[in-house]
């Protein structure tokens, strides 16, 4: 059921999670294998698993058919002391307000190797990308009313660089930016099979655009993740998840954001986030709500086309 939360918050939880079939869950996984593969060696900014991981994003990409932002997809850029990153982005042009963007992000780039052991990210942030990836496979196919930027981004665990420098030197206007929808681990809701949805504390005028949508959720999922909280997980220590990942950038900008991410959990960080530990029936429900949700804003928030005169 639909209920209010202390905090103004809402939750809806199913009896268990469950599938509409809205998306092809054999690519969605294949993808999130792909990407936490050894292969990509952590994808770590800058090295050579990152470059794999660039190429494979720019593959998908074309095979869904969406538009370069830039030639061959790749939006490059320096940070912190020379450095050198790159975000991959792509687009899907809106049938009713094209020039109005809601921007996807989730970031490729994870923690690397050390001592010969591989942080394969796969919650963080195989996840999201292959999410990300879904989406626009979804949107190609039913095209939205709005243009639909897929930002995976680069050098977010270093300081959420890539994010940073799409909003610092954008391939647009940011007064087109309408939204942001940043996926940061979505794969596990382990012990409490949660989802969350951060944003709508911050932002009011999206409450009442996605609280239908929220209620035909297949997952558990809860409003949350926003302000400073001490969790339980894998860190005691508390986080401040307004500013916890790619949203934040965005929401410095007043752009106005949804967050979807699971809680800290024990392979948080560490050597064990790994595919096989991924519940693909909870992350296949993560991915058919957050799609719903996005599908909902595109709908619900479009302006009216005025007429044509001659």
């Known amino acids: 059921m639909l209920a209010s939360c202390s905090n103004n918050r809402l939750a809806y939880c199913p009896p268990q999670p469950s599938l509409k079939g809205t998306i092809n869950q054999q690519q969605l996984l294949q ?25 494979y994003l720019q593959m ?11 030639r061959n997809y790749r939006l490059p ?28 992000t989730a970031h490729y780039d994870h923690l690397g190797k050390s001592g010969g ?27 939205p009313a709005h243009s639909i930027i897929f930002l995976a981004t680069d050098a977010e665990e270093s300081g959420l660089f890539g994010a940073k420098a799409f909003v610092e030197n954008p391939p647009l206007p940011l007064s087109q930016v309408k939204y942001n929808i940043n996926l940061d681990m979505v794969a596990r809701g382990d012990n409490g099979q949660r989802l969350y949805m951060a944003g709508t504390r911050r932002n009011k005028q999206l409450r009442p655009l996605v609280e239908q949508a929220v209620y035909q959720s297949n997952v558990c999922l809860r409003t949350g993740h926003e302000g400073k909280l001490r969790r339980r997980g894998a860190s005691l220590a508390t986080t401040d998840w307004d500013n916890a ?25 560490k050597t064990s986030d790994i595919f096989e530990r991924v519940d693909p029936l909870f992350y296949t429900g993560a991915v058919e709500t957050i799609l719903n949700i996005v599908a909902a804003l595109d709908k619900n928030s479009s302006k009216p086309v005025s007429p ?3």
Do not use: W
């Not at 593969?37 to 660039?54: L, N």
């Open 77 to 104: 850029f320096t940070y912190s002391n020379g450095k050198q990153g790159v975000n991959i982005g792509g687009f899907i042009s809106g049938h009713q307000v094209p020039k109005d963007y809601i921007v996807v």
């Open 308 to 310: 044509q005169t001659n």
């Open 245 to 269: 990942s790619d949203h934040a950038p965005f929401a410095k900008r007043r752009i106005p954001y949804l967050y979807f991410g699971v809680d800290l959990h024990r392979d948080y960080h």
């Open 117 to 143: 052991r591989i942080y394969n990210g796969a919650d963080d942030n195989a996840s999201g990308v292959a999410a990300m990836l879904t989406l626009a496979e979804y949107f190609v196919q039913n095209p």
């Open 60 to 70: 998908r990409y074309r095979a869904i058919g969406l538009k370069p932002l830039n």
């Open 31 to 55: 993808d999130l294998k792909i990407i936490a593969s050894d292969q990509m060696e952590g994808r770590e900014a800058g090295s050579v698993g990152s470059a794999k991981a660039q190429k």
